[in-house]
Protein backbone atom coordinates (compact mmCIF):
# COMPACT_ATOMS: atom_id res chain seq x y z
CA UNK A 1 0.00 0.00 0.00
CA UNK A 2 1.17 3.32 -0.77
CA UNK A 3 2.56 5.08 1.92
CA UNK A 4 0.24 8.43 3.28
CA UNK A 5 2.23 11.70 3.29
CA UNK A 6 2.23 11.56 7.36
CA UNK A 7 3.61 8.24 7.40
CA UNK A 8 6.69 10.17 5.12
CA UNK A 9 7.28 12.56 7.53
CA UNK A 10 7.73 10.23 10.02
CA UNK A 11 9.89 8.11 8.27
CA UNK A 12 12.05 11.07 7.13
CA UNK A 13 12.75 12.03 11.32
CA UNK A 14 13.05 8.60 11.61
CA UNK A 15 16.11 8.36 9.75
CA UNK A 16 17.68 11.26 10.32
CA UNK A 17 19.27 11.43 13.40
CA UNK A 18 20.22 15.20 12.93
CA UNK A 19 18.46 17.74 11.31
CA UNK A 20 21.05 19.60 8.62
CA UNK A 21 20.74 20.85 4.91
CA UNK A 22 20.35 17.18 3.63
CA UNK A 23 17.16 17.20 6.11
CA UNK A 24 15.69 20.37 4.89
CA UNK A 25 16.27 19.12 1.19
CA UNK A 26 14.24 16.07 1.80
CA UNK A 27 11.38 17.70 3.44
CA UNK A 28 11.11 20.45 0.37
CA UNK A 29 11.17 17.02 -1.66
CA UNK A 30 8.48 15.50 0.41
CA UNK A 31 6.35 18.99 0.03
CA UNK A 32 6.55 18.96 -3.46
CA UNK A 33 5.69 15.46 -3.93
CA UNK A 34 2.60 16.30 -1.56
CA UNK A 35 1.47 18.84 -4.22
CA UNK A 36 2.30 22.08 -2.43
CA UNK A 37 4.05 23.22 -5.72
CA UNK A 38 7.87 23.55 -6.05
CA UNK A 39 8.44 27.47 -5.45
CA UNK A 40 5.69 26.93 -2.25
CA UNK A 41 7.53 24.35 -0.90
CA UNK A 42 10.86 25.76 -1.00
CA UNK A 43 9.58 29.01 0.79
CA UNK A 44 8.08 27.29 3.09
CA UNK A 45 11.35 25.32 4.09
CA UNK A 46 13.21 27.68 4.19
CA UNK A 47 10.87 29.80 6.30
CA UNK A 48 10.99 26.89 9.09
CA UNK A 49 14.64 26.32 9.11
CA UNK A 50 14.92 29.99 9.88
CA UNK A 51 13.26 29.85 12.63
CA UNK A 52 14.32 26.53 13.45
CA UNK A 53 17.72 28.09 13.66
CA UNK A 54 16.81 31.36 15.29
CA UNK A 55 14.82 29.36 17.84
CA UNK A 56 17.31 26.69 18.51
CA UNK A 57 14.67 23.81 17.53
CA UNK A 58 16.21 20.52 16.68
CA UNK A 59 13.13 18.04 17.94
CA UNK A 60 10.57 16.36 15.46
CA UNK A 61 7.79 16.93 17.69
CA UNK A 62 8.74 20.91 17.83
CA UNK A 63 9.61 21.18 14.17
CA UNK A 64 6.49 18.99 12.46
CA UNK A 65 4.45 21.73 15.08
CA UNK A 66 6.37 24.34 13.51
CA UNK A 67 5.94 23.04 10.32
CA UNK A 68 2.13 23.34 11.19
CA UNK A 69 1.52 26.44 11.84
CA UNK A 70 3.65 27.82 8.61
CA UNK A 71 1.35 25.72 6.55
CA UNK A 72 -1.87 26.20 8.29
CA UNK A 73 -1.12 30.41 7.53
CA UNK A 74 -1.56 29.26 3.44
CA UNK A 75 -4.83 27.28 4.09
CA UNK A 76 -8.15 29.02 3.93
CA UNK A 77 -11.66 27.52 4.93
CA UNK A 78 -15.14 28.99 5.04
CA UNK A 79 -18.27 28.40 6.29
CA UNK A 80 -20.80 28.25 3.24
CA UNK A 81 -24.65 28.14 4.13
CA UNK A 82 -27.41 29.71 2.44
CA UNK A 83 -28.93 32.83 4.02
CA UNK A 84 -31.70 32.14 5.68
CA UNK A 85 -35.41 33.94 4.16
CA UNK A 86 -33.39 34.87 1.20
CA UNK A 87 -32.82 33.95 -3.00
CA UNK A 88 -29.77 31.94 -2.76
CA UNK A 89 -27.95 31.79 -6.55
CA UNK A 90 -24.94 28.80 -6.24
CA UNK A 91 -22.94 28.56 -9.15
CA UNK A 92 -20.97 24.99 -9.52
CA UNK A 93 -18.12 24.95 -11.61
CA UNK A 94 -15.09 22.55 -12.37
CA UNK A 95 -14.11 20.67 -15.35
CA UNK A 96 -15.97 17.36 -16.64
CA UNK A 97 -14.66 13.80 -14.44
CA UNK A 98 -14.12 16.17 -11.02
CA UNK A 99 -17.69 14.88 -9.70
CA UNK A 100 -19.19 18.25 -10.04
CA UNK A 101 -22.91 16.86 -10.40
CA UNK A 102 -22.56 14.34 -7.51
CA UNK A 103 -21.52 17.45 -5.85
CA UNK A 104 -24.24 19.55 -6.16
CA UNK A 105 -26.76 16.62 -5.29
CA UNK A 106 -24.91 15.83 -2.07
CA UNK A 107 -25.05 19.78 -1.18
CA UNK A 108 -28.51 19.83 -1.76
CA UNK A 109 -29.22 16.61 0.04
CA UNK A 110 -27.28 18.31 3.37
CA UNK A 111 -29.23 21.26 3.42
CA UNK A 112 -32.59 19.84 2.73
CA UNK A 113 -31.30 17.49 5.53
CA UNK A 114 -30.79 20.74 7.68
CA UNK A 115 -33.94 21.73 7.04
CA UNK A 116 -33.78 24.22 4.21
CA UNK A 117 -37.23 22.85 2.11
CA UNK A 118 -37.01 24.79 -0.82
CA UNK A 119 -34.18 23.59 -3.13
CA UNK A 120 -33.76 23.52 -6.31
CA UNK A 121 -31.33 22.01 -8.76
CA UNK A 122 -30.42 23.92 -12.19
CA UNK A 123 -29.15 21.56 -15.07
CA UNK A 124 -26.89 24.19 -16.62
CA UNK A 125 -24.83 21.76 -18.61
CA UNK A 126 -26.75 21.46 -21.29
CA UNK A 127 -23.86 20.63 -23.64
CA UNK A 128 -22.88 17.09 -21.79
CA UNK A 129 -24.55 13.76 -23.21
CA UNK A 130 -26.30 12.69 -20.19
CA UNK A 131 -25.62 15.40 -17.37
CA UNK A 132 -29.21 16.71 -17.38
CA UNK A 133 -30.28 12.81 -16.98
CA UNK A 134 -27.27 12.51 -14.41
CA UNK A 135 -28.93 15.32 -12.34
CA UNK A 136 -32.78 14.23 -12.68
CA UNK A 137 -31.46 10.48 -11.20
CA UNK A 138 -29.72 12.72 -8.27
CA UNK A 139 -32.97 14.63 -8.04
CA UNK A 140 -35.21 11.79 -7.89
CA UNK A 141 -32.79 9.93 -5.32
CA UNK A 142 -32.66 12.94 -2.81
CA UNK A 143 -36.25 13.92 -3.30
CA UNK A 144 -35.43 17.47 -4.65
CA UNK A 145 -36.69 19.73 -8.13
CA UNK A 146 -34.35 19.64 -10.85
CA UNK A 147 -35.34 22.58 -14.01
CA UNK A 148 -33.79 21.50 -17.07
CA UNK A 149 -34.27 22.40 -20.69
CA UNK A 150 -33.11 20.58 -23.91
CA UNK A 151 -30.09 20.08 -24.88
CA UNK A 152 -28.30 22.46 -26.35
CA UNK A 153 -30.57 25.30 -25.29
CA UNK A 154 -29.13 28.31 -23.57
CA UNK A 155 -27.69 27.99 -19.58
CA UNK A 156 -28.62 30.94 -18.57
CA UNK A 157 -32.32 30.05 -19.16
CA UNK A 158 -31.98 27.60 -17.37
CA UNK A 159 -30.58 29.17 -14.26
CA UNK A 160 -33.33 32.02 -14.55
CA UNK A 161 -36.44 29.54 -14.50
CA UNK A 162 -34.84 27.54 -11.52
CA UNK A 163 -34.53 31.00 -9.65
CA UNK A 164 -38.15 32.06 -10.33
CA UNK A 165 -38.96 28.23 -9.48
CA UNK A 166 -37.34 28.88 -6.06
CA UNK A 167 -39.01 32.58 -5.65
CA UNK A 168 -41.85 31.22 -6.31
CA UNK A 169 -42.45 28.88 -2.93
CA UNK A 170 -40.72 31.62 -0.73
CA UNK A 171 -36.91 31.84 -0.10
CA UNK A 172 -34.80 29.44 -0.70
CA UNK A 173 -31.27 28.13 -2.55
CA UNK A 174 -30.67 27.45 -6.61
CA UNK A 175 -27.59 25.41 -7.28
CA UNK A 176 -26.86 25.72 -10.68
CA UNK A 177 -24.94 22.72 -12.26
CA UNK A 178 -23.05 24.29 -15.08
CA UNK A 179 -20.42 23.01 -18.08
CA UNK A 180 -16.55 22.34 -17.89
CA UNK A 181 -15.47 22.28 -21.24
CA UNK A 182 -11.76 23.65 -20.82
CA UNK A 183 -10.59 22.84 -24.23
CA UNK A 184 -12.72 25.24 -25.51
CA UNK A 185 -11.78 27.87 -23.11
CA UNK A 186 -12.97 31.27 -25.29
CA UNK A 187 -16.82 29.87 -25.57
CA UNK A 188 -16.70 28.51 -21.76
CA UNK A 189 -15.49 31.81 -20.61
CA UNK A 190 -18.14 33.17 -22.34
CA UNK A 191 -20.66 30.94 -21.69
CA UNK A 192 -19.54 31.78 -17.44
CA UNK A 193 -20.20 34.89 -17.92
CA UNK A 194 -23.66 35.00 -18.89
CA UNK A 195 -24.79 32.15 -16.58
CA UNK A 196 -22.53 34.58 -14.31
CA UNK A 197 -24.73 37.90 -14.65
CA UNK A 198 -28.31 35.57 -14.62
CA UNK A 199 -27.38 34.15 -11.50
CA UNK A 200 -26.27 37.74 -9.69
CA UNK A 201 -29.92 39.44 -11.12
CA UNK A 202 -31.53 36.26 -9.69
CA UNK A 203 -30.07 36.45 -5.92
CA UNK A 204 -30.51 38.94 -3.27
CA UNK A 205 -27.46 40.65 -2.26
CA UNK A 206 -24.71 38.45 -0.67
CA UNK A 207 -26.76 35.77 -1.36
CA UNK A 208 -24.58 34.47 -4.94
CA UNK A 209 -21.91 32.45 -4.39
CA UNK A 210 -19.60 30.79 -7.20
CA UNK A 211 -17.84 27.65 -6.11
CA UNK A 212 -15.67 25.56 -7.83
CA UNK A 213 -15.36 21.42 -7.45
CA UNK A 214 -11.77 20.16 -8.04
CA UNK A 215 -10.19 16.26 -7.96
CA UNK A 216 -7.79 16.78 -4.64
CA UNK A 217 -5.99 13.92 -6.29
CA UNK A 218 -5.03 15.82 -9.30
CA UNK A 219 -2.48 18.64 -7.04
CA UNK A 220 -0.79 21.19 -9.51
CA UNK A 221 -3.80 20.45 -12.63
CA UNK A 222 -6.50 21.59 -10.45
CA UNK A 223 -4.82 25.04 -9.60
CA UNK A 224 -4.62 25.69 -12.62
CA UNK A 225 -8.31 24.56 -13.03
CA UNK A 226 -9.28 26.95 -10.56
CA UNK A 227 -6.98 29.82 -11.68
CA UNK A 228 -8.92 29.57 -15.44
CA UNK A 229 -12.34 29.92 -13.53
CA UNK A 230 -11.08 32.66 -11.35
CA UNK A 231 -9.71 34.67 -14.37
CA UNK A 232 -12.96 34.33 -16.30
CA UNK A 233 -15.62 35.03 -12.83
CA UNK A 234 -13.87 35.48 -9.69
CA UNK A 235 -14.37 32.36 -7.57
CA UNK A 236 -15.62 32.37 -3.45
CA UNK A 237 -15.22 28.77 -2.71
CA UNK A 238 -13.47 25.45 -3.38
CA UNK A 239 -15.06 21.77 -2.77
CA UNK A 240 -12.50 19.12 -3.07
CA UNK A 241 -13.50 15.51 -4.55
CA UNK A 242 -11.99 12.11 -4.03
CA UNK A 243 -10.13 13.40 -0.05
CA UNK A 244 -8.75 10.69 2.02
CA UNK A 245 -5.89 11.53 4.45
CA UNK A 246 -3.93 9.38 1.85
CA UNK A 247 -4.57 11.48 -0.85
CA UNK A 248 -1.75 14.24 -2.68
CA UNK A 249 -4.29 16.55 -0.44
CA UNK A 250 -1.69 19.52 -0.36
CA UNK A 251 -3.45 21.87 -3.51
CA UNK A 252 -5.24 23.28 -0.49
CA UNK A 253 -2.28 24.85 0.87
CA UNK A 254 -1.17 26.30 -2.87
CA UNK A 255 -5.01 27.18 -3.52
CA UNK A 256 -4.37 29.51 0.02
CA UNK A 257 -1.16 30.26 -0.87
CA UNK A 258 -1.03 31.34 -4.62
CA UNK A 259 -4.57 32.54 -4.90
CA UNK A 260 -6.42 33.37 -1.02
CA UNK A 261 -9.44 31.02 -2.28
CA UNK A 262 -10.65 29.10 0.97
CA UNK A 263 -12.38 25.66 0.80
CA UNK A 264 -15.91 25.24 1.83
CA UNK A 265 -16.17 21.40 1.74
CA UNK A 266 -14.67 17.95 1.11
CA UNK A 267 -16.26 14.81 -0.17
CA UNK A 268 -14.88 11.46 0.54
CA UNK A 269 -17.05 8.96 -1.42
CA UNK A 270 -19.49 8.59 -3.88
CA UNK A 271 -22.69 8.83 -1.38
CA UNK A 272 -25.03 11.34 -0.62
CA UNK A 273 -23.34 12.08 3.07
CA UNK A 274 -20.29 11.92 1.89
CA UNK A 275 -19.43 15.47 2.42
CA UNK A 276 -18.33 17.37 5.33
CA UNK A 277 -17.13 20.87 6.42
CA UNK A 278 -13.64 21.22 5.62
CA UNK A 279 -11.82 21.95 8.42
CA UNK A 280 -7.93 23.37 8.50
CA UNK A 281 -6.24 22.34 11.22
CA UNK A 282 -7.60 18.92 10.97
CA UNK A 283 -6.42 18.94 7.03
CA UNK A 284 -3.09 19.86 8.01
CA UNK A 285 -2.76 17.17 11.04
CA UNK A 286 -4.05 14.87 8.41
CA UNK A 287 -1.44 15.99 5.91
CA UNK A 288 1.53 16.09 8.27
CA UNK A 289 -0.09 12.68 10.15
CA UNK A 290 -0.02 14.45 13.53
Same mark, same amino acid.
Given at each position: ?????????????????????????????????????????????????????????????????????????????????????????????????????????????????????????????????????????????????????????????? @? !??? +??? *?? &???????????? %???????????????????????????????????????????????? @? !??? +??? *?? &???????????? %??????????????????????????????????????????
Amino acid at each position: MKKSFGEKFKSLFAKKDKINEEFYEDLTDILVEGDIGAKASFEIVDELEKICKQEKITSQEEILQKLKQLLLQNVYSIDLQPTKDKQNVWMVLGVNGVGKTTTVAKMANMFKNQGLENVVLASADTFRAAAIEQLEMHGNNIGVRVVSHQHGSDPSAV @V !FDA +ADA *VK &AKGPGLVLADTA %GRLHNKENLVRELQKIDRTCSQKADEGCYKKIIVIDSTTGQNALRQVE @V !FNE +AIK *VD &AVIMTKYDSTAK %GGVAISLGREMKIPVAFVCTGEKYPDINVFNAEKYIDEFLGL
